[in-house]
């Protein structure tokens, strides 16, 4: 029930904000508490949840059409309540921060976000592939409105390319599930052999590759995360790209055993092209949002070095670090659109520099999570970072090393990028008049920092609550 | 003397009740004072629509077992019955989107008249038996439509999209008439399931006999080929006339043409399965590419509808039990969407008073915001988005493909989908993401007329576009039923 209510409290939601007589503001304040109240329930299925047990907890089925074996089945592995948990949080954030800048045309606006919210809950908890399919296809029809409305001025073409890049990928995912699901003659997660089959593996692969994004299927990362408000990006870069990453770790790799072994390797190799590829475009990248988003490609390659590594230690960093990324990388597009507002730009670091200067919260703000989010020792996504490496140094020396190099990348441009808007001279687009971090703002940034902090004390809250031992239907795990 | 066969008047009430509206309504178009010229029929036909929905829904429920009537002449069968009931919906719909149409006050009766005449004619043609009423169906609903098309004497392009319209139909009814001469020279039989029990083998005059069939019918579905009417026809016609021809036609000529091919060339299947999947991939394709360079927005649609049509016709390839079901899914928030989407077009077209193109679109969603959400779920359920039928129906047709080792039709159908999404999601980026003040649009005389009528048929519309989303299984259930009534 607790699952169902996960995904129910915010479609509910929309429809109440879609339709209830109140004003902008009083419409923000409603979705504001409905994506709060959603956050103490994950925190009471949390409360609740048994994670001695690696079985489905908190699921609910019932029988959708009975002649193809579809059904609404929904619950939660201990591996999906933290991408459960990082969505309401990464989700409530978000949706302060739309209600914080005053979105225009908030009644759609609002609606959009927590119709949003419920879809990604449900990609993650959907335990019948027709069910996770109908989540995933959900997710793009308030993106697509997101960025085309309220996104900025080429907006047009970036909701173009999003979604002739996505709906060509979980096209042919659709095509893998009807297949998969007709060969197995039911479309219960649950109940689902393995298959050996390569097309079939390549079809939910490409679909979650796009949706991560991996080298070389990223080509709607640039402009759909310049475009968005800076909200969306934290949306798309902080949660909907895992759900590409969810899908590799629930559909692709348990019931694939036999094409992943064959693929690993071309795998491991695209992902590590993305991660030293995302970290050298980030390094060039003229604008504080383009450095925050090539890390997500970078950060994408590392995540998959770690699901494909083959053993726990990897699937459990990979997990850390996923929900690691989503808090990082939603703080730093957050902070990219406060700083934004502020000046005027498009966070062009040519304009930018010197906001340091009497603006304490603004740089403590900004150093914490960068800091964080170059790994350094003892902070939680070193902590991730070094369980991935420590796993997929087991499928051969040469991926580990890539990965260790590029954790020197990540120091390099995460610096530079922090640099470049707190330190130097003051930028010519930075006045007097762009003030420091408003309560309203702290109100957003700090609980996303401290849940890094808190992460940083203990990672052990995550990466021991994972995996170990295999979940059902897991024992293909091991390479 | 002649021996005058027994009628089942019960199987025939569906036909018979739009039979009586229509009739009745040529005297309304005589007696009604003009006062009451406008009101009356529409309520009348409406009447029309439920009374022969309601009807055909008893005949399903006691129509268990199929049972031929009038020396096997018609069907009697769920088959029939489930499409009586799916097109009523339609014509019921129909009329609530017709009613705010712009009409010269002396035609209003006529126009309900020959809508209703065309539902009797539908209602008939899906229960026909043989190869004489085959034809008798068609015509009776093709030439009430061919005027319904050119009625609007007063709309550009109205009489020039009825004359295509009649002379490309025309040119359809020919073949298949012809092809069931053919048919019925080589077998001596004029009903379906007896030309089957020939058991005749690969005479090549039936084998021309049947893709005849096959090409008149598909002429009716607008299958590309033979949808070079749909476009012009769909613009021309006012659209109205247009959301009745997109839904209510193409159920009849789809239902029918699964009922002819099942029931009377079972022996024939390895030649028209690939027939009609040749049709089905060529619609796909013609149908997706030519709705990518178009902009009058009633084009798009009925472009849409030739592609729609492929992916129907994919379940008819199938003919599998898993095939028959998808195809009566699919047609539920089919003919839901096309209506709704076409009414919604209506709506913009009666405050601008000008055709629809996606450049004019802009604003709409805002401006109009139920209107606007329901074109945007039209759109997504077209595009086959979950939350709505269409995404069911998709799924349900690629499955019955792949029951039958069509995987090649999945293919194709996938690419189809990937196209489409250009164009629906077209639609509803100029909808939303243009502001109508740098286009300055505005509403031809003062503010936007609200049409009650009219939102009502798009609610019921979205009603079940959506609602076909959860309640599949019991339509499956029904459709399960309905199919178990033919052969394959």
């Known amino acids: 029930m607790l699952t169902t209510a996960l995904i129910a409290i915010p479609i509910v939601g929309a429809l109440i904000v879609a339709m209830a007589p109140l004003s902008g503001y009083w419409l923000g304040s409603l979705a504001t508490l409905i994506s709060l109240v959603e956050v103490a329930v994950w925190i009471t299925t949390a409360g609740r949840f048994d994670f001695g047990s690696s079985s489905l907890q908190f699921d609910q089925r019932a029988s959708w059409f009975s002649d193809l074996q579809v059904s609404w089945h929904v619950g939660q592995y201990r591996f999906s309540l933290w991408f459960v948990g990082m969505t309401v949080v990464v989700m409530a954030a978000c949706t302060i921060y739309g209600w914080w800048a005053g979105r225009e045309r908030a009644r759609a606006y609002f609606a959009l976000m927590l119709l949003l919210n419920g879809a990604i809950v449900g990609v993650f908890t959907a335990q019948d592939l027709l069910l996770f399919y109908a989540f995933f296809e959900a997710m793009l029809i308030p993106l697509y409105v997101l960025i085309g409305v309220w996104g900025g001025a080429g907006r047009l073409r970036a909701t173009l390319t999003f979604v002739v890049y996505t709906v060509v990928g979980s096209l042919l995912m659709l095509a893998a599930i009807i297949v998969f699901g007709l060969q197995q003659g039911t479309f219960d997660m649950t109940r689902m052999g393995t298959s050996s089959s390569q097309w079939l593996f390549l079809g939910f692969v490409v679909a979650f590759a796009i949706k991560s994004p991996l080298f070389p299927f990223h080509g709607w990362l640039p402009i759909s995360y310049r475009e968005s408000p800076p909200e969306v990006s934290a949306v798309l870069s902080g949660i909907v790209g895992k759900a590409g990453l969810y899908g590799l770790l629930r559909i692709a790799i348990p019931f694939f055993p036999q094409p992943v072994h064959d693929w690993r390797v071309v795998i491991l190799i695209l992902a590590s092209i993305s991660l030293v590829y995302g970290s050298l475009l980030a390094f060039r990248a003229p604008d504080f949002r383009g450095v925050v988003m090539y890390s997500s490609l970078a950060q994408a390659g590392l995540i998959v070095l770690g699901l494909f590594a083959g053993n726990t230690l990897g699937f459990d960093g990979a997990v850390l670090q996923i929900v690691n990324h989503a808090l990082v990388s939603t703080s730093l597009f957050l902070i990219a659109g406060m700083v934004e507002r502020r000046t005027g730009t498009r966070g062009e670091f040519s304009l930018l520099g010197g906001m340091a200067r009497g603006r304490p919260a603004l740089a403590t703000v900004i150093m914490a999570v960068g800091v964080i989010s170059l790994a350094v020792p003892l902070s939680t996504t070193f902590a991730g970072e070094f369980l991935i490496l420590a796993g997929v140094f087991q499928q051969g020396w040469i991926w580990a090393v890539i990965g260790a190099a590029a954790m020197v990348l990540a120091a390099m441009y995460m610096l530079r990028a922090i640099s470049g808007v707190l330190h130097q001279d003051v930028g010519p687009a930075v006045s007097e008049n762009a003030l420091d971090l408003r309560l309203g703002e702290l109100a957003i940034l700090v609980p996303l920092v401290l849940c890094l902090i808190g992460l940083s004390a203990w990672p052990n809250l995550i990466s021991s609550r994972a995996s170990s031992p295999a979940p059902a239907g897991w024992t293909q795990y091991a390479p | ?488």
Do not use: C
């Open chain 2, 1 to 488: 003397m002649i021996v005058k066969p027994h009628v089942d008047w019960f199987a025939l009430a569906p036909s018979l009740a739009l039979l009586a509206a229509s009739g009745l309504l040529l005297m309304v178009a005589v007696f009604v004072p003009r006062r009451g010229r406008k009101p009356t029929p529409a309520v009348l036909a409406f009447g029309g629509f439920v009374a022969s929905g309601i009807w055909a829904a008893f005949l399903d429920d006691r129509s268990a077992h199929a049972t031929a009537l009038v020396h096997d002449a018609m069907w009697r069968d769920r088959w029939g019955a489930l499409a009586q009931v799916i097109l009523a919906g339609a014509g019921a719909v129909a009329v609530l989107l017709s009613y705010g149409e712009r009409m010269r006050d002396e035609h209003v009766a006529e126009y309900y008249a020959l809508l209703t005449a065309a539902g009797a004619g539908m209602a008939f043609f899906v229960q026909a038996g043989n190869l004489m009423t085959l034809f008798l169906g068609l015509e009776w609903f093709s030439i009430a439509l061919y005027v319904l098309t050119a009625i609007d004497i007063d709309l550009v392009g109205s009489l020039e999209a009825g004359l295509k319209y009649l002379v490309i139909g025309a040119f359809g009814s020919a073949t298949l008439l012809f092809g069931s001469a053919l048919v019925y020279g080589v077998t001596g039989e004029l009903s379906f399931d007896r030309i089957a029990a020939t058991g005749h083998g690969h005479d090549a005059m039936l084998v021309v006999g049947l893709a005849m069939i096959i090409v008149g019918l598909a002429f009716k579905a607008s299958a590309a080929p033979f949808h070079m009417w749909t476009p012009d026809a769909y613009q021309g016609a006012p659209t109205s006339v247009t959301a009745f021809m997109a839904s209510a036609t193409k159920i009849a000529a789809l239902v029918v043409t699964y009922r002819v091919l099942t029931t009377a060339f079972p022996h024939d299947q390895h030649l028209w399965r690939v027939a009609i999947a040749v049709i089905a991939i060529v619609s796909l394709a013609w149908g997706n590419i030519a709705a990518l360079v178009q902009r009058n927005v009633k084009r798009i649609l009925a472009y849409s509808s030739v592609s729609h049509a492929g992916f129907m016709l994919i379940a008819v390839a199938a003919a599998n039990p898993l095939g028959a079901r998808a195809l009566l899914y699919y047609l539920v928030p089919y003919a839901a969407m096309s209506l709704g989407a076409f009414g919604v077009v209506a709506a913009r077209e009666r405050e601008l008073q000008r055709p629809v193109t996606l450049q004019n679109l802009a604003g709409f969603g805002w401006e109009r915001p139920f209107l606007g959400v329901a074109m945007w779920v039209f759109m997504l359920g077209m595009l086959g988005f979950p939350l709505t039928g269409g995404f069911i129906g998709k799924f349900y047709v690629f499955a019955a493909a792949y029951d039958h080792g069509y995987w090649w039709l999945i293919v194709a159908g996938v690419i189809a989908t990937m196209i489409s999404a250009y164009y629906y999601l077209g639609i509803i980026r100029a909808m939303y993401f243009r502001d109508a003040a740098e286009l300055q649009l505005a509403p031809a005389g003062g503010s936007p007329p609200f049409d009650p009528m009219l939102t009502a048929g798009v609610a019921i519309a979205l009603a079940v576009t959506v609602g076909s989303f959860f309640a599949v299984q019991p339509l499956i259930d029904v459709a399960r039923s309905a199919a178990s009534a033919l052969p394959l």
